[in-house]
């Protein structure tokens, strides 16, 4: 069995995934731990805060 851990981060901007790449992937993939954030779609007047599980639904 592997110690590979893979791990989906749902995130709502570019802001995030720039933070998840570029930050919290490095550190944690030393540990064995891989990150991949995948940006949610959304209408351009969703401002944020909406992470009801209908808008992620279909991503």
């Known amino acids: 069995?592997?110690?590979r851990i893979e791990v989906?981060?749902?995130v709502e901007g570019k802001?995030?995934?720039f933070?998840?790449?570029r930050l919290l992937a490095p550190?944690?993939?030393a540990k064995n731990?891989?990150?991949t954030p995948t940006q949610i779609s959304g209408?351009?007047?969703n401002?944020?805060?909406n992470v009801r599980f209908a808008r992620t639904q279909k991503d």
Request: no cysteine; proline share 0%; net charge neutral.
């Open 27 to 29: 550190y944690l993939a």
């Open 33 to 35: 731990i891989f990150l």
């Open 15 to 17: 802001t995030e995934v």
């Open 43 to 45: 209408r351009s007047e």
């Open 8 to 10: 989906m981060v749902i």
């Open 19 to 21: 933070f998840i790449n």
């Open 47 to 49: 401002k944020g805060g």
């Open 1 to 3: 069995m592997s110690n």
